[in-house]
T-cell receptor, first 111, second 112 residues
């Protein structure tokens, strides 16, 4: 039981490049989330998916897109990376009103 | 939307002393309040949570209290140990999708 997994662990992009962050969970959770964490700050919700087939914007969605591929997988795409998107990205999953389980994070640097 | 404020931003205590972190929230409809601990370079992990139908909850050296009228909740750590050193985040949620709004975090340093 791996819990929540994320790939890649680290990534360096140039401004304007695109990439997709992958997330998968094996706990059969309905809800999945993407957060970003900037140095010295809390976690801010980018997008979430309350159930398979649905996605909704969070607090900071601009510059990102998501896909809930199936119940297990939830990907985050940066179409044209900007230095302001340098951050640590965490994926999480949960059942409604229960604990959110976080993945190990992806450290992204945009130069 | 919901706004969660957390204080203090840093907290230094002597080993064995108690630590208290306070959070306030803005949306009276919020009804789930988890606390996460994040060690350096690691993922956040839930340490305790409380729901709005409960005023206090304890788990060994950790306790959380909730005051719905004042819209604030607090984390209490007793008999602190060096392994308690970490960043602690409070959060609040009200939706069926369990969308969490996090506070800004408190960096706790326990000095031996």
């Amino acid at each position: 039981n791996a819990g929540v997994t994320q790939t890649p662990k680290f990534q360096v992009l140039k401004t304007g490049q695109s990439m997709t962050l992958q997330c998968a969970q094996d706990m059969n959770h309905n809800s999945m989330y993407w957060y970003r964490q900037d140095p010295g700050m809390g976690l801010r919700l980018i997008y979430y998916s309350a159930s398979e087939g649905t996605t909704d914007k969070g607090e900071v969605p601009n510059g990102y897109n998501v896909s809930r591929l199936n119940k297990r997988e939830f990907s985050l795409r940066l179409e044209s990376a900007a230095p302001s998107q340098t951050s640590v990205y965490f994926c999480a999953s949960s059942e409604a009103f229960y604990e959110q389980y976080f993945g190990p994070g992806t450290r992204l640097t945009v130069t | 939307g919901e706004n969660v404020e957390q204080h203090p931003s840093t907290l230094s205590v002597q080993e064995g002393d108690s630590a208290v972190i306070k959070c306030t929230y803005s949306d009276s409809a919020s009804n789930y309040f988890p606390w996460y601990k994040q060690e350096l370079g690691k993922r956040p992990q839930l340490i305790i949570d409380i729901r709005s139908n409960v005023g206090e909850k304890k788990d060994q050296r950790i306790a959380v209290t909730l005051n719905k009228t004042a819209k604030h909740f607090s984390l209490h750590i007793t008999e602190t140990q060096p392994e308690d050193s970490a960043v602690y985040f409070c959060a609040a949620s009200k939706s069926a999708g369990n969308k969490l709004t996090f506070g800004g975090g408190t960096r706790v340093l326990v000095k031996p």
